[in-house]
C-alpha cells in the first residue's frame, strides 16, 4: 500500500519537466521573434538616406542635404532644352539657395544620346558655358537594370517616371517628394512651389529658437 500511495509523486516529475521544455520552447521562440523583429526588420528609406558619385567620382551622403527644399533633376548638355534650363536653375538656386535649398543634377544618356560625354567633359561644358555652382553628380541610369538606386526611390514613391530630360522631383526636408514637374512646366510654377517650401523651413527653423 506504500508504495502504491508514491505513485502520484513519481509521475509528477516528468510532467513538470515536459511543462518546463514548452515554457522554455515558447520563450526561446518569442525572443526569436523580437531579435527579428529588430534586426532583420526592411529600413524604411527616404531621399537623403542615399549616398551618389558627384561629378569628380567621390561617394557623397545625400544626407548633408537634409533640412533643406532639393530640387532633384535629370540634366543633359545636347539637349534643344539645355541652355534654358541650366539657366533657369542656376537663377531659381542663385534666389532661393544654398541654405534652405538647393538643386541636384544628375546627367543621363538615356533620351536621345543626349549627354554622351564623359563625366569630366560635361562639367568643364556646364561650368564654361552656363556658370553652375549647385552639386552636379556623376552620370547615371534612370531605368532599366542598372537604375541608380536614387532615382528608383524617386520613380516608385511618385510613380512618375522621367520620359525625357529636365524631370524636376521637389523634396521636402524630411525626405519625401512632393511634387513632380515636367520639362516644359514654366520655372515659374516651380519657383513659386520652391519659395513657399523655403519659407516654411525658416519659419519652423524660427519657432524652434
Known sequence: MEA????????????ARVFGVF????????????????????????????????????IISLGKFRGKATLVVNVASQCQQTEAQYLALQELYRELGPFHFTVLA???????????????????????????????FSKIK??????????????????EMPQWNFWKYLVNPQGKVVKVWRPEDPIENIRGEVANLVRKIILKKKSDL
Open 106 to 136: 544628375f546627367p543621363c544618356n538615356q533620351f536621345g544620346d543626349s549627354e554622351p560625354g564623359s563625366n569630366l567633359q560635361i562639367d568643364s561644358f556646364i561650368r564654361k558655358n552656363y556658370k553652375i555652382t549647385f552639386p552636379i
Open 4 to 15: 502504491l500511495s508514491t505513485y502520484p509523486l513519481k509521475c509528477s516529475v516528468p510532467k
Open 23 to 58: 515554457l522554455s520552447m515558447v520563450l526561446c521562440t518569442a525572443l526569436l521573434c523580437l531579435l527579428q523583429l529588430k534586426f532583420f526588420k526592411p529600413e524604411v528609406k527616404d531621399f537623403y538616406s542615399f549616398e551618389v558619385k558627384n561629378i569628380q567620382g567621390e
Open 142 to 159: 534612370i531605368f532599366g537594370s542598372e537604375a541608380e538606386p536614387v532615382y528608383k526611390f524617386l520613380t516608385d514613391s511618385t510613380k
